[in-house]
T-cell receptor, first 115, second 111 residues
Framework: NAGVMQNPRHLVRRRGQEARLRCSPM?????VYWYRQLPEEGLKFMVY????????ESGMPKERFSAEFPKEGPSILRIQQVVRGDSAAYFC?????????????FGSGTRLTVV | GESVGLHLPTLSVQEGDNSIINCAYS??????FIWYKQESGKGPQFIID?????DKRQGQRVTVLLNKTVKHLSLQIAATQPGDSAVYFC??????????FGSGTRLLVRP
């Protein structure tokens, strides 16, 4: 059973381009969580999605960022018109149900560099 | 601290010694806590967890202590090994699904 798969592992974008980060949850998991990690800092919650629904996007910047988790396929975190401050590691985690009472498993992340 | 981009605090220990990593949490209502280990270039890896109705929990070579009075967690690693070198984060669960991460401590193990 593969873990949470994220791709690409590394992504370089020029300022103004779009970045699309993909997350395939563990088999049977229908709940996905995205976190962002700036260098030398802890992870910060961005968004929680179930299949086809955004449950909590309180950690997402109001502009340029969006997330989806379609019925089929991976969850996508999309950043439009990237700026240097978007450079960070973006981690995805998944769970089979709302992760009450336990932690969840993270993927290896996508490291976005904006040049 | 690290939340404004300063360097992580670093704990340097001799191989074979015990390590103690400390963490302060913010929300007195949090009822579940986790320690994660993050190696360079990887995602956080679960180490051990503890619920707020406990003050101590032991795993293999690791022990977590919880002091709710002062909102403090510690992770103790016995007989530290080179493979323990990593950044360690505590996390508190503030809702059924949301984790708040601490700022991390880098553990360096000297051979």
């Amino acid at each position: 059973n593969a873990g949470v798969m994220q791709n690409p592992r590394h992504l370089v974008r020029r300022r103004g381009q779009e970045a699309r980060l993909r997350c395939s949850p563990m088999k049977g998991h229908s709940h996905v969580y995205w976190y962002r990690q700036l260098p030398e800092e802890g992870l910060k919650f961005m968004v929680y999605l179930q299949k086809e629904n955004i449950i909590d996007e309180s950690g997402m910047p109001k502009e340029r960022f969006s997330a989806e988790f379609p019925k089929e396929g991976p969850s996508i975190l999309r950043i439009q018109q990237v700026v240097r401050g978007d450079s960070a590691a973006y981690f995805c985690a998944s769970s089979p149900r709302p992760a009450r009472g336990y932690g969840y498993t993270f993927g290896s992340g996508t490291r976005l560099t904006v040049v | 601290g690290e939340s404004v981009g300063l360097h992580l605090p670093t704990l340097s220990v001799q191989e074979g010694d015990n390590s103690i990593i400390n963490c302060a949490y913010s929300n007195s209502a949090s009822d579940y806590f986790i320690w994660y280990k993050q190696e360079s270039g990887k995602g956080p890896q679960f180490i051990i967890d503890i619920r707020s109705n406990m003050d101590k929990r032991q795993g293999q070579r690791v022990t977590v202590l919880l002091n709710k009075t002062v909102k403090h967690l510690s992770l103790q690693i016995a007989a530290t090994q080179p493979g323990d070198s990593a950044v360690y984060f505590c996390a508190e669960k503030i809702s059924s699904y949301k984790l708040i991460f601490g700022s991390g401590t880098r553990l360096l193990v000297r051979p």
